[in-house]
């Protein structure tokens, strides 16, 4: 999955900021010659920017992956539970749906601004660095196979003998859609756990440029191909 992030990162960046063109100025600097609080203006503006394109593209190359639905089925659907086809993909899609956005979560992008060539008081050209948290293990429940057992039949209010031979028999279809929206939300609590631990950050896409320019107040990222 680290690699798939990588590289949609790789390609929005080739995409949307194309080098802009050397002006000849004397305000070229780094970024300790700006405000901190400017700093964090120019971040957001970049971030708002390009945040939605990269989790729109995460998604849709996420749905694709062949990892995830494997991991959605092995969790959800034991060999010997006897659930319709239609229950089946109602609720695979669900749970794919809900680790896309818990990947999406644990990513927590960041723009870090790096250097500014400040042109005039409303525009400046800008280096700076994609991070995001380590993500290669927030979906992993080992070890906490037995908690997620016992949350969702405390919910259900059934015994495990009871709860398995509902799900190895025929029928009780709301039962069983009851059990698995549960279990959806139990196995989303332990993740997001997993995603508060996280503290560790990596470097996806070093040295992007971009051009801002402040507009009504608000500096504004630019479209680089106009």
């Known amino acids: ?23 000849s100025s004397k305000n070229t600097g780094t970024v ?24 729109d593209s995460i998604k849709a190359e996420l749905s694709k992956s062949e990892e995830l639905k494997k991991i959605a089925y092995e969790n959800l659907f034991n060999e010997g539970y006897n659930v319709s086809e239609s229950l089946k993909k109602e609720m ?12 999406l979560k644990g990513l927590d992008l960041k723009i870090v ?11 400046v050209e800008i280096l700076y660095d994609t991070k995001a948290k ?10 906490k196979e037995g908690i997620l057992g016992e949350r969702v039949l405390k919910r259900m209010g059934y015994s495990m003998d009871k709860m398995e031979s509902i799900l190895k028999n025929k029928g009780n279809d709301e039962i069983k859609r009851k059990f698995y929206n549960i279990a959806i939300e139990e196995t989303a609590k332990i993740i997001n756990q997993n995603i ?27 479209d680089t191909d106009n």
């Open 32 to 55: 300790s010659q700006v405000s901190e609080s400017e700093k964090t203006e120019f971040e957001r503006a970049i971030k708002n920017d390009v945040e939605q394109p990269i989790n």
């Open 113 to 123: 601004v790096k250097k500014v060539n400040r042109i005039s008081e409303n525009e």
């Open 196 to 222: 508060r631990e996280v503290k560790d950050e990596e470097v996806l896409v070093e040295d992007i440029p971009a051009t801002l320019k402040k507009v009504n107040g608000k500096w504004q990222v630019q």
């Open 134 to 143: 380590n993500t290669e293990n927030i979906l992993s429940i080992s070890g």
């Open 92 to 103: 695979a899609q669900k749970f794919l749906k809900t680790l896309i956005d818990l990947s």
């Open 1 to 23: 999955m680290r690699k798939i992030l990588f590289l949609i990162m790789l390609v929005i960046a080739g995409n949307s900021f194309t080098a802009p063109t050397s002006r």
